[in-house]
């Protein structure tokens, strides 16, 4: 079957070329998805699905090329799943992402920035501090692949190194494979975790049975050759526990505030340390917290912004879903002195209730970074908040999104019910080469 040609239009969400079958007298048919495909460009595509209204496809020959596309830095770009948009020039990536969370704001909630803000950029590669490898013996190649999942696959890529990773961890990539093909467990070894700190490495393995003779040493040789530091993994994430070398503690640093940040390997932080530091530089400054304020920070894990407001603020208050979590931001803030102007609690978010806004008191500020899912039970508590009680509601709301989507259902709440408007709004580029989009926006009482 002959391929079809079409002009690409514009880019989704998932960095797929969006274009128009035409029909036979020449108007704007069918729309269809082509993966590899960037926007200007005439493309011939092979049909990999076909739904009623959409057809999704793959780029076969390019006619007419995009100024916006770059070779990929990466050798295995085209079949690994760790990135979707190396082909595309960076700055063009990220102006993309803008245009998705103003696209998001406007089509979902009909709200609009008053200002966008400029991104917020970091360095585009070795940037990847966190991630979850997978990793698998595969008979037929009679070997142990370490890595992403193929695009659009269950099966993880053959990849020897990974540009988005730090240098030396991409350094012992194939090492990695040979270590644990060579252990007595190696078709029961499913995942390795990664975790970078300022100094120091951490590989979590998940081990599904017992380690077996002479599988320890080859650990400990490969940690002291690497310079890194085992954890391993029996079960769920709350079993991992460290192995060797002992006493080594992952930490990372926000230098502005004198705040140093210790966490285990299997806790959630931000996977780009770089940007970390921008962003929390840049929420603090737009919420810009006055000495005499008390400030709630909502899903604040393990202090990431709780203790930088609390140099700041005469009091912050975080509020986190996990009794772990809260347990070990409490123990953060005694570590870096700021005890003092912090307490946090552990209550579900995802069911907060005006009620439960009245107990917690007046907030002169409110810092909100909640996971993909949101905030919606907060957002329409403060709605209610303002029909009965508008004197308790927040002058300002800085909210950080991983997920464009639910920020924009968030703040058609927050500016269409609660009495906000959205003074500013911008990307923050955490993930460069991927579709992912971390946003920000500052809400402020109309």
């Not at 990695?176 to 120091?200: C, M, W, Y």
Request: contains cysteine; neutral net charge; charged residues 25%.
């Amino acid at each position: 079957m002959q391929d079809t040609i079409v002009d690409i239009k514009s880019l989704d969400m998932d960095a797929r070329g969006v274009g128009h079958i035409e029909n036979e007298d020449g108007s704007p048919g069918k729309v269809v998805f082509i993966e590899g495909a960037l926007p200007g460009e005439k493309v011939s595509f092979e049909l990999l699905r076909k739904k009623k209204n959409w057809e999704q496809g793959r780029m076969t020959a390019l006619h007419k090329e995009s100024s916006m596309r770059v070779k990929p830095k990466c050798e295995h770009f085209e079949i690994c799943g760790g990135c979707s948009m190396q082909h595309l020039e960076a700055s063009a990536q990220v102006a993309i992402k803008q245009r998705v969370l103003e696209d998001n704001l406007w089509h979902l909630s009909k709200v609009k920035s008053d200002t966008m803000m400029r991104p917020m950029y970091g360095p585009t590669w070795g940037y990847r501090y966190r991630a979850r490898l997978s990793a698998r013996y595969v008979a037929k190649k009679g070997t142990v692949l370490v890595g992403f999942h193929e695009k659009k696959s269950v099966f993880v890529a053959d990849i020897q190194s990974c540009q988005i990773l730090p240098q030396h961890v991409s350094d012992m990539m194939m090492p990695l494979r040979a270590l644990i093909h060579s252990l007595t467990i190696f078709d029961k070894v499913p995942q390795i975790e990664l975790a970078v700190g300022e100094d120091n490495t951490v590989l979590v393995m998940r081990n599904m049975v017992p380690l077996g003779e002479g599988d320890e040493d080859k650990l400990k040789a490969f940690a002291d050759q690497y310079q890194i530091q085992w954890w391993l993994q029996p079960k769920g994430p709350d079993t991992a526990y460290p192995f060797y070398p002992a006493g080594k503690e992952l930490y990372y640093a926000l230098p502005e505030f004198g705040i140093k940040m210790p966490f285990k390997p299997t806790d959630f932080t931000q996977v780009n340390h770089h940007i970390n530091r921008v962003l929390v530089h840049k929420a603090l400054r737009l919420l810009d917290v006055q000495k005499d304020e008390r400030v709630a920070d909502l899903f604040c894990g393990l202090g990431n912004f709780t203790l930088p407001l609390a140099t700041q603020a005469r009091e912050v208050v975080g509020i986190e879903g996990s009794t772990a979590l809260t347990e070990r931001a409490l123990s953060n803030a005694k570590v870096n002195g700021v005890d003092g102007h912090t307490t946090f609690q552990c209550r579900n978010l995802f069911e907060i209730t005006k009620d439960d806004l009245i107990a917690l008191g007046k907030f002169d500020r409110m810092l909100i970074d909640p996971p993909r899912d949101g905030a919606m039970a907060l957002s329409l508590a403060l709605a209610e908040l303002k029909d009965s009680h508008p004197d308790l509601l927040p002058k300002r709301i800085v909210y950080v999104s991983c997920s464009p989507s639910t920020l924009a259902r968030d703040a058609g709440v927050l500016v269409h019910r609660a009495g906000y408007r959205m003074s500013q709004a911008g990307v923050m580029n955490m993930f460069p080469h991927t579709s992912h989009v971390e946003s920000m926006a500052v809400f402020d009482l109309a």
